[in-house]
């Protein structure tokens, strides 16, 4: 049976921490609860079945796009923060199509052209289709 988890992630220490829960649906507009400090989440399947009352699952399959919350900044944007030519973060941006996701708990995300950047956790409730 194909069953459908959310992904999210909050900043840890030295490398993100995740949380997974299953959900009924892939839409977005229709998570409630969202972890404090999320600044990403991102819908994948696994095939369970059950054999010998043991619940076997499959790697996760069929990767949604990742959600991002935050604001996008541009390497002009990054220098008039301060973040000049010799720092990572602005060539970070090299590597990112020229810009970066600056996430509502105050990290830094590359911002890949697949990724969908909402501002808010309230934004969610744009994304009325699964995804």
């Known amino acids: 049976m194909l069953k459908h988890y959310v992904k999210f992630d909050t900043p840890g220490f030295f490398m993100p921490e995740s949380e997974v829960r299953l959900v009924k649906s892939r839409v977005p507009a229709q998570l409630k609860k969202i972890p404090k400090n999320t600044y990403a989440i991102e819908y994948f399947d696994r095939e369970e079945i059950k054999k010998d009352n043991e619940v076997l699952s499959s790697n996760a399959k069929n990767r949604s796009k990742r959600i991002l919350f935050g604001k996008i900044y541009t390497k002009e944007d990054l220098i008039k ?28 995300q590359p911002c890949n052209s697949n990724y969908i950047i909402l501002d808010s956790y309230k934004s969610l409730e744009t994304l009325t289709t699964k995804i």
């Open 81 to 108: 923060k301060g973040f000049g030519e010799h720092t990572p973060l602005y060539h970070n941006a090299d590597n990112t199509n020229g810009r970066v996701v600056q996430c509502i708990t105050g990290n830094w």
